[in-house]
């Protein structure tokens, strides 16, 4: 079965790094260390684990950054090689490694069974109870696995994420990957597949929108147009209420997908600071505003992102760094002065909604129906242009596109738009 | 020899082809056989004795005003107010024709024993001026002996200490302008009268005037009952003006009025190409436009944006009116007619236009799209008696790079304006609900009161000056300018002058009437 593989070759990193570092984002793929391989079907690890057969699988800003090798390496020990990508998956269940009641282990450990042919979407992290580690962690405890502490250890090989984890395969091949019980949610039927396809991105903007913690009448910032941007709009306006919700977006429309998705202003990047301004009625000083969005949620995560953040949040307020950043060189002295609040928000889990938790994946289910975020998907590939689909998704922005997806078994009138 | 008047071509096989301002440069046109060029009346012969003519105003003023000497007493206050750089354009040699008149003003106050005397420049919401544009302004003299004690002013709209609250008009216009002026025993206003539309009532009302009262007369509605701005008998800004100066004279403001007039001799010898009538071109005007207009293609844009805001222009002073204001500026406007006027008889379908590096709110800075809007649909549309040069559903062709570039110290609120307001809509009545936040922006305050920014609320106005032309006009085409620039300002972008004549028979017809308004000089039609 027809599979993409990253394999770890430092002189294809090399290379990679050094074209796309010339031509652009996702041109490197004939140089870098993805190929198209025969690849075997990953073996199913233990109790509790299922083989997904994908149907969707998304290429995500992080797969990009890896295959264009400009990942930070403290990836390093948290990925293990050779590993099939794809972390965004809506598939089906095809096999059980054995009903779950036949174990020993307590049922919750193992997720609802699920009969052979359910339509899945896969919440990748590897978490303490999919490596079998038990106790948990103390994340993993909370329910919250996005911050799960062993994700190096356990009887899996390391990886932090099914698509960056040598024994569970990736969504990125016909060969299918596992996956545990616990990483499993099926996809109501109301669902498309497109709309079940960006249920993992928008889980990381539904858990980036509520640990913005945006307060009634808040101003808020969001700066990136990309899909992580989009989703966390969604998200922010679906589960938030800003007082003014404010987007920067370089691509005409990405401002326009931002503004049916809930942004009052959306306007390019370079202008997201001076809308800022004008609607907090700030001044500007050292380059900074001295008043400012209460939040500004950074989903691009570049220097030159980070810094324009830090620029318009107010003192006092928080950033909120979504995009993936890598090694950065910034100027901290306004976050020291004005005493800003520099967070990360990574992935998913659990989220406090009123008393009770709520699994992120469940809430992102009502936004991505809620918002319509199917329509995000705009090209489809088979694996064997996988050279076109990541130059595509590379290029998303400018040729009016923000999601890219490889489809396994060719099936739909959606084609890529190249 | 007399100078000529006003002048209206039609254009032949043999006619050369038409010179159009094109920003920092220029463009050779060859328009339609039967297009009609009109050619401004050539420069007045100035005044012999300027000075001489200045006193002789002051001491035998017009209307009830007394002459001057006897308006001046020991222990009064005395506040000479005077315009801003937005005039005249380009800048004039040295001295100014305000250096020269407050000169004499201020000789007469020292013979009066006159001590407190302030001057304030009167930039209502213009940006303040540099020490350097201040200078140039009243000259060294005056500057080095009243700057230094901060007896040189320049007006603060947003210095809510020092404005004062005159009343209501009987249109319930609230008239507050600087307080210092108004609680002088004496205002003397001292003007340049470039255009019909300057001057009058409005030199006070609206130049020393905070945004609380311009806010009536600035605006949409105004404007589009401004049939033009340049006829103060048919213009609604000239109407809410004088109700607003009547009540400052009513409320005790004692207002000595000095108006000006210039000539139309607006370029240096080695520019003298450009107010010439083509077909008169001697070798050396010929060689002087190939000689500047190929260095300026070849000059980077801000290189050759320094040189031309550098020329300084051989205006020579045609009149100077001193007294009561509206008879003042009776005769002032006239003079100004004398001088621009050119009879027209009929309108056309297609008025194209050339439009230079300069309009009166980007002195030594950028012409922005904004302003490039305004330039044309708001001055020189405007620049009309009696009827529009061009018919109701009729199009304006202007020639300007239209560069999508603005001066971040002097406009920035122009630069929201065009990305956040004009991006969602370009109707002046609609952008008007954005007027107020633009105007009370603290940040936008802050650097109008403190740097050189015109006010918050500036590109309105630029915009509601373009009402008129945006309700009266079916398209608006733009030569040679940046496309998305263009296209925000609701324009039409087109490459060439043959495309935008092309464009504009899909709205005027096949077979159009098209008529160029030919500047420099400065002209005004008459049109019946």
């Known amino acids: 079965m027809k599979g993409l593989l990253v394999e770890r070759s430092v002189p294809r990193f090399a290379a990679a790094r050094l074209v796309s570092s010339i031509t652009g984002s996702g041109t490197s793929a004939g140089v870098g260390p993805l190929r198209l391989t025969d690849v075997e079907a990953p073996a199913l690890p233990g109790p509790g684990w299922y083989r997904v057969r994908p149907l969707l699988a998304g290429i995500c800003g992080s797969d990009l950054a890896t295959l264009d090798g400009r990942s930070s390496r403290y990836f390093e020990d948290i990925v293990s090689f050779p590993f099939v990508p794809g972390h965004e998956v809506v598939g089906v269940v095809e096999e059980a490694y054995a009903a779950p009641d036949s174990s020993d282990a307590p049922r919750a450990l193992h997720g609802p069974a699920l009969a052979p042919g359910t339509r899945v979407v896969v919440e990748p992290v590897l978490g303490c109870i999919a490596r079998g580690i038990d106790p948990p962690c103390a994340s993993c405890a909370e329910g919250r696995v996005g911050g799960c502490q062993r994700i190096a250890f356990g009887h899996i090989a390391p990886g932090l994420q099914i698509g960056f984890c040598a024994d569970t395969g990736g969504g990125w091949s016909q060969a299918g990957l596992v996956a545990h019980g616990v990483q499993l949610h099926p996809v109501p039927e109301a669902l498309s597949d497109d709309d079940a396809v960006m249920i993992e991105p928008t889980a990381c903007a539904v858990h980036a929108a509520l640990a913005a913690g945006v307060e009634p009448g808040d101003t808020v910032a969001v700066l990136g147009g990309g899909t992580v941007g989009l989703t966390t709009t969604a998200a922010l306006r679906q589960l938030a209420t800003p007082g003014t919700l404010l987007v920067g977006a370089k691509y005409g429309h990405q401002r326009e997908l931002a503004g049916e998705l809930g942004a009052d202003l959306a306007v390019s990047p370079e202008q997201l600071t001076r809308a800022v301004r004008r609607r907090s009625r700030s001044l500007t000083s050292s380059g900074h505003l001295s008043g400012g969005a209460d939040i ?103 040729r009016g596109a923000t999601k890219i997806v490889f489809e396994m078994h060719p099936r739909s009138p959606k084609g890529p738009a190249s | 020899m007399s100078p000529r008047p006003g002048f209206v071509l039609e254009v032949d096989r043999s006619t050369p082809p038409t010179l159009f301002w094109h920003g920092e440069g220029f463009r050779l046109e060859k328009l339609p056989t039967g297009s009609r060029v009109l050619y401004a009346p050539e420069p007045l012969d100035p005044l012999e004795d300027p000075v001489g003519s200045i006193r002789r105003a002051l001491l035998q003023p017009m209307g009830d005003a007394e002459p001057l000497p006897e308006l001046l007493r020991p222990g009064m206050k005395l506040t000479i107010a005077f315009d801003d750089v937005s005039l005249p354009l380009p800048p004039m040699r040295s001295p100014d024709a305000r ?24 930039l209502a919401l213009h940006r303040r001026l540099t020490e350097a544009e201040m200078r140039h302004c009243v000259g060294d003299r005056i500057y080095d002996a009243f700057a230094p004690q901060g007896l040189l002013q320049q007006h603060d709209a947003e210095d809510a200490d020092n404005l004062i609250h005159l009343g209501l008009t009987d249109h319930g216009e609230d008239v507050e302008i600087n307080k210092r002026a108004a609680t002088s025993d004496l205002l003397v206003y001292v003007n340049i009268n470039l255009v019909a539309m300057d001057g009058g009532h409005k030199s006070v009302a609206t130049g020393l005037a905070s945004y609380r009262s311009l806010r009536h007369h ?239 609320v500036h590109p309105f106005y630029m915009w509601y000056w373009c009402a008129h032309a945006l309700e009266h006009l079916g398209a608006v085409i733009i030569v040679g300018g940046d496309r998305a620039a263009v296209r925000r300002l609701g324009f039409t972008p087109a490459s060439t002058m043959a495309d935008a004549l092309e464009m504009a028979t899909d709205v005027v017809g096949r077979d159009p009437s098209l008529t160029h308004l030919h500047s420099p000089p400065l002209i005004m039609a008459d049109v019946s």
């Open chain 1, 296 to 398: 500004v949620v950074d989903c691009v995560g570049s220097a030159e992102s980070i810094s324009q953040s830090l620029a318009m949040v107010r003192p006092r307020g928080r950033v909120v760094l979504v995009g993936m950043p890598g090694k950065t060189s910034l100027d901290l002295a306004s976050l020291w002065h004005r005493e800003v609040s520099l967070v990360g928000a990574y992935a998913y889990g659990c989220e406090r909604s009123g008393a009770a938790d709520r699994r992120t994946f469940d809430i992102a289910m009502e936004v991505v129906a809620a918002a319509q975020l199917g329509r995000l998907v705009s090209a489809r590939y088979p694996l064997e242009r996988f050279e076109e689909a990541v130059s595509h998704a590379g290029a998303a922005g400018r």
């Open chain 2, 99 to 122: 250096q020269l008149v407050i000169e004499q003003v201020l000789d007469l106050a020292a013979e009066a024993g006159v001590d407190d005397v302030v001057l304030i420049c009167a």
């Open chain 2, 218 to 456: 600035h605006n949409a509605r105004t404007m589009q009952q401004s049939r033009s701005f340049m006829d103060q008998h048919r213009s609604e800004l000239h109407t809410s003006n004088w109700r607003m100066g009547r009540l400052i004279a009513e409320s005790g403001v004692k207002v000595f009025q000095i108006e000006t007039t210039l000539n139309t001799d607006t370029f240096p010898p080695q520019m003298r190409f450009l107010e010439r009538r083509e077909w008169e071109w001697s070798g050396r005007d010929r060689a002087g436009f190939l000689a500047t207009s190929t260095a300026l293609k070849r000059t980077p844009d801000r290189l050759a944006r320094q040189i031309l805001h550098s020329v300084r222009s051989p205006y020579r002073m045609t009149s100077v009116q001193a007294g009561e204001v509206e008879a003042v500026h009776a005769q002032t406007t006239e003079n100004v007619y004398r001088q621009q006027l050119v009879a027209v008889e009929g309108q056309t379908d297609i008025l194209t236009l050339g439009l230079p590096y300069i309009c009166p709110y980007n002195v030594n800075s950028i012409m922005n799209p904004i302003l490039v809007a305004c330039l044309g649909l708001g001055y020189f549309f405007n620049m009309y008696k009696g009827r529009p040069l061009v018919r109701e559903g009729g199009v304006v062709i202007m020639s300007h790079p239209t560069p999508w570039a603005f001066h971040p110290g002097h406009h920035p609120s122009y630069i929201d304006f065009f990305e956040q307001v004009l991006s969602e809509t370009t109707d002046p009545a609609e952008v008007g609900k954005y007027e107020e936040a633009y105007a009370t922006d603290p940040w936008y305050v802050h650097l109008y009161r403190t740097g050189n920014a015109y006010h918050g």
